[in-house]
């Protein structure tokens, strides 16, 4: 695996971790319970060693490989505005498109309504925001293009 792809699924890696533990201590500080690996291992009825797998195979590999391959190019500033970017990309995501299909409704109206949509958003910045900085800049552009 090229070495820059590598340095993307680390920084994918950190990224979901750190997301990982702030649903675990920041979101029931805002009155919010995040359970995304047990919503994921209740949808695919895999239990929760399944869904934590899902939940780090996106954040690790799927998200970065969609963002090194398809975004990185098109998605202005730097590399961690980049990251802050697509964390609101994937954020919306989630709210459009996941949540929904989980039973909470759009924007988690049936799910904890505003508390949940901004602890979401916080762990998604904060996903975006490290794994921009730590995947960078410069070899990543040149990943794209060599790909190309």
Request: proline share 4%; aromatic share 10%.
């Amino acid at each position: 695996m090229n070495p820059k792809i590598l340095k993307a699924v680390a920084a994918g890696f950190v990224g979901t971790v750190v997301f990982t533990l702030m649903m675990r201590f920041v979101a029931p500080m805002m009155g919010v319970r995040m359970d995304i690996v047990g919503k994921l291992g209740e949808m695919t009825h895999t239990g929760m060693a399944g869904g934590l797998v899902m939940h780090f195979m996106n954040g690790a590999v799927i998200f970065p490989l969609i963002y090194v391959y398809v975004l990185y190019q098109f998605l202005p500033g730097a590399p961690w505005q980049k990251g802050l970017l697509w964390g609101v990309i994937l954020w919306l995501g989630v709210e459009l498109v996941m949540v929904p299909m989980m039973g909470g409704g759009v924007f988690s109206s049936q799910m904890g309504g505003m508390k949940a949509v901004m602890a979401a958003l916080l762990g998604h910045l904060a996903y975006g925001a490290i794994f921009g900085a730590i995947t960078g800049g410069n070899e990543i552009g040149k990943t794209v293009k060599a790909a190309a």
